[in-house]
């Protein structure tokens, strides 16, 4: 009886494991637009709304080849997600702004959302996660 108990709970463990893993994705981010090769583009992707533009679910920093990029984020489990990039010209690692707090450096978010006196929402960038997704952003 322990054995067929044991047998069970492996059976049921295995299939679990495999399930969980069959719900991960890759997000493909080709950016283009860049108006040079110089510093480097950061990219963050969010999961929460009350986070967008805060902080980030997974980040990577990558560097610009023929004035574009192209980055994959991998791993991700299915679920909601916005991708914030930008342009760090400087390679500061973060977003400059003038004195009315208005970017210097070119930015760009998933579904191209713009923001309008202020930055994008993340209702307009939002995308749903159940397959591979490949993005493209303008900046």
């Keep these: 009886m322990k054995k067929l108990i044991l047998t069970a709970a492996f059976i049921l463990t295995s299939f679990l494991t495999t399930n969980a893993q069959e719900e ?3 997000i493909t981010v080709f950016i283009h637009g860049l108006d040079s090769n110089e510093g480097q583009v950061l990219i963050a992707l ?3 709304k009350a986070q967008f533009l805060k902080t980030d679910f997974k980040n990577a920093i990558t560097k610009i080849s023929n004035k574009k990029v192209t ?3 991998k791993e ?3 679920g909601e ?3 914030a990039v930008f342009h760090d ?3 500061n690692e973060k977003m400059d702004v003038n004195f009315l707090g208005i970017p210097k450096e070119a930015y760009g978010c ?3 959302a713009k923001g309008f006196m202020g930055p994008p929402k993340y209702e ?3 995308f749903l996660l159940t397959a591979n997704r490949i993005l493209r952003i303008e900046i």
């Design 81 to 83: 997600y916005a991708v």
């Design 124 to 126: 307009d960038a939002k």
């Design 71 to 73: 980055y994959t984020f």
């Design 89 to 91: 010209k400087n390679s």
């Design 110 to 112: 998933s579904n191209n």
């Design 46 to 48: 969010h999961n929460k």
């Design 76 to 78: 991700i489990p299915k």
């Design 24 to 26: 991960k994705f890759q």
